[in-house]
DNA sequence: ATGAAAGCGCTAACAC
DNA sequence: GTGTTAGCGCTTTCAT
C-alpha cells in the first residue's frame, strides 16, 4: 500500500504539502504542484480514506433503514436517495430489518459509533421518545411513514387527502355503497388511509357502515380474502377503495371470481402505483406517489442536518396524484 | 465523545485493559473485567469504529454493485447477500450504477481506497481483463452473470441448460413451432438463454428458424413488440419462449389482443419466476431461480476470499426450477 | 508557499 | 494479568 509519506518522499515535499495538493490545490505553487501530481499517478497512490475519517470523524456515508427490500414502493425512494447521495459522494448503507424491531435497534449501534454520519428511516416503529432522543443526537430523517407530531424531519405524502381523494373519485362515479379494505391498522399510513375514506363519506354525508372496513395486512391474499367477505354482504358495495395495489388486485380476482365485471360491476381503486398496476388487466387506477423524489428530498434534508443547518420545517408533505386507468370506469 | 482513555481513567487501568475487556474478556481477570464493564456502562461508552478501522485495516463493509435497483431478480439475491452479512456482522452498501458502466468504475475506487473489504459484481460489463486484474487484488464475486472461462468466482444458474429445459418442456407437450423472443443478445445471460434455446431444438431434431427468433431488451414493451411480429408470420408458432417473464407478459398481452388464447392457442413460457408472474392471468409458466441461496453463497465466498482462503472452484453453478403454471397448459 | 509535528481513537507487540 | 508504547495514514495548526 503506498501511502502519502511514499509520494512525498519521492516529490520531495512533506505530506502536509501533499494533502494541500489533494485538498486545496490553490494553496501550492504551481511547480510544487506538479511534483506532487506526478508522484501520485507514478506510484498509482490511492488516498487511505479511512485514517482521513479518523481524523475528520465523517464517513461520507448514511445509512438507510428498510423494513423489507422487496418491496417496490420502498425501493422507488431507495433510488431517489442513492441519486442524491452520490451526486454529493455519499454512500449509502443498506440496513433491511425484516419487520424486525431488535434489527432495528442494532442498526442504530452503527450511528451512535459515528460509522455513518446520518440515518434515514421508513418506519416509525421505534418508540417515539427513543427516536426524538436520537434525533437530537443524529442527523436522522423519517420518510414514507408519518407520526402526527413527530419531531423528526419527515417526508411523505399526505395519507388522509390522499386516499380522500381516491374515494371522492368513486363518489364522483355516482358510487354511494363503497367498501375500504385497510391495511393493517397498527401501521399510522394505514390508519391514515382509512382516515381520508372516512372523510370522503362523511363530506357527502354518508354513513361508515362497519361491515364496509375489512382490516387487510398489505398482501395480496389478504385482498383476496378480505375482498370475499364484502362480496358475502346483503347488500354488497359498488366500489371498494383498497389501501395498496396488491390488496386492489387480490380483491378484484376475488371478484373475478364471483363472476363481477371489473369495473361495470364493481369499481376498485388502489394506492401506491406499483409496477404491475398498470400491466395487471383491468389496469389499475390508484394513486401514485413522487418516490424518487421523496428519496432525493429525504436525503437532501438529511445532507443539511449533516452540515450542521437546522430547518425549522419538520414534516415535508409532497403531492400524490390519482392515476385513472380502467379499474372503475374512468369519467362517465 | 467518551473515548477508551476515559473508560479507562474511570476503572483505574489502561486502554489496553479496556481493549481486551472488548475484545478478548478472557483473558482479563473477573474482578478488572467488572470494574471497566461497569465503567463502560457509566459512561456510556460507544467504541469508535473508525480508529478500529484504521488500525486493523477492515471496515467490516462490503459493496454490491447492482445495474438497476429496481429490478426484482436482482433484489432477491440482495436480500440473501444482506442476510448472509449480517449475520457475519457485514454491512452492506449499495452502488446503483444505472446501466452506466462509468459509474461502475466510480465504484471500484472504494475497493481500491479500502472502504470496503470486497465487492459482488451483478454484471461482468467490465472489460474482462479489468475484472481478471482487479479480482486478483481484491475480494470480487461475480452473481446472477456468467462469462465462459472468467477467472472470477461465479455464482449463477446454468441459463442454458435451464432454458433447454424450459423449451424441452413445451416440446414436451407437443409443439414443434416453437418460437423464442430473446435478451439483448450483447448480454451474455441472454445468450445463453438462447443457446438452451437452440440446443433443445437441435435434440429434437427441429430446425431453428431465423424468423421464429426475435431479440427483445428485456422489457415488457418489447415482448409486446417481438410477439407481434411473430404473430404475423405466415406460419405463426404454436408456443414461444421468452427469455424473461416480462417479456412472457407483454407478448401474452399482444396475443391476446389478436384474439388468441392463452394456452390453448398459443403456450407461452417465462423466466425469472418474477412475482407477478403468478399473478396475472393466465399464471405464467417459467424457471425461477434461487435468488436468495445465490445471494448468500455469494457472500461466502466472498468472505472466505476476505479472510484468506483460495477456494479452487471458481464457477458455482445453482440449479433452476421449472414451475409450471397455466400459460402453456399443464402436462396433458 | 512549505514544513514540522501533534494527534484523531484504537490495537497489539512487548515488557513486566 | 496488566501496562507501556508505537504506530495505522491522514489533516491541520503553527512556525518559518
Do not use: W
Not at 450511528?111 to 434515514?120: E, H, S, V, Y
Not at 370522503?200 to 370475499?228: C, F, K, P
Not at 445532507?303 to 420545517?313: D, T, Y
Request: net charge neutral.
Amino acid at each position: 500500500m503506498v501511502k502519502m509519506s511514499d509520494v512525498a518522499l519521492k516529490a520531495n515535499v512533506s505530506t502536509a504539502t501533499v494533502s494541500r495538493v489533494l485538498h486545496s490545490p490553490e494553496t501550492v505553487k504551481e511547480q510544487t504542484r506538479q511534483k506532487v501530481l506526478n508522484a501520485i499517478k507514478e506510484l498509482n497512490y490511492q488516498p487511505n480514506i479511512l485514517a482521513r475519517q479518523l481524523r475528520k470523524n465523517e464517513t461520507k456515508t448514511i445509512l438507510v433503514v428498510v423494513p423489507n427490500i422487496m418491496n417496490t414502493v420502498f425501493l422507488g425512494i431507495i433510488e431517489g436517495i442513492e441519486a442524491e447521495a452520490s451526486k454529493n459522494q455519499y454512500k449509502v448503507l443498506l440496513g433491511n430489518t425484516n419487520n424486525d424491531v431488535k434489527k432495528e435497534y442494532g442498526l442504530i449501534d452503527l450511528l451512535k459509533q459515528k460509522q455513518t454520519d446520518g440515518m434515514i428511516l421508513f418506519s416509525a416503529r421505534l418508540e417515539e421518545d427513543i427516536l426524538h432522543e436520537l434525533s437530537e443526537q443524529y442527523p436522522i430523517v423519517l420518510t414514507a411513514d408519518f407520526i402526527d407530531g413527530l419531531k423528526v424531519p419527515t417526508v411523505s405524502i399526505d395519507n388522509i387527502s390522499s386516499s380522500r381523494k381516491a374515494v371522492l373519485h368513486l363518489i364522483s362515479l355516482g358510487h354511494t355503497r363503497i367498501a375500504h379494505i385497510s391495511g393493517p391498522l397498527s401501521n399510522s399510513s394505514a390508519r391514515d388511509r382509512f382516515k381520508g375514506y372516512e372523510q370522503a363519506l362523511y363530506q357527502h354525508s354518508m354513513e361508515v357502515g362497519s361491515m364496509l372496513v375489512q382490516e387487510g395486512d398489505y398482501s395480496l391474499e389478504s385482498g383476496y380474502n378480505q375482498m370475499r367477505k364484502l362480496l358475502a354482504l346483503e347488500k354488497m358495495p359498488t366500489a371498494v377503495f383498497a389501501a395498496n395495489d396488491e390488496m386492489a388486485i387480490g380483491a378484484i380476482k376475488a371478484a373475478k371470481e364471483h363472476g363481477l365485471n371489473i369495473p361495470q360491476d364493481l369499481a376498485i381503486v388502489g394506492f401506491d402505483n406499483i409496477h404491475f398496476s398498470s400491466i395487471f388487466e383491468p389496469r389499475l387506477t390508484t394513486i401514485a406517489q413522487p418516490l424518487f423524489k421523496m428519496g432525493q428530498l429525504s436525503m437532501k434534508l438529511l445532507l443539511a442536518q449533516i452540515n450542521g443547518s437546522v430547518s425549522e420545517k419538520t414534516q415535508y408533505i409532497l403531492e400524490s396524484e390519482l392515476i385513472i386507468r380502467d379499474s372503475c370506469g374512468g369519467k362517465e
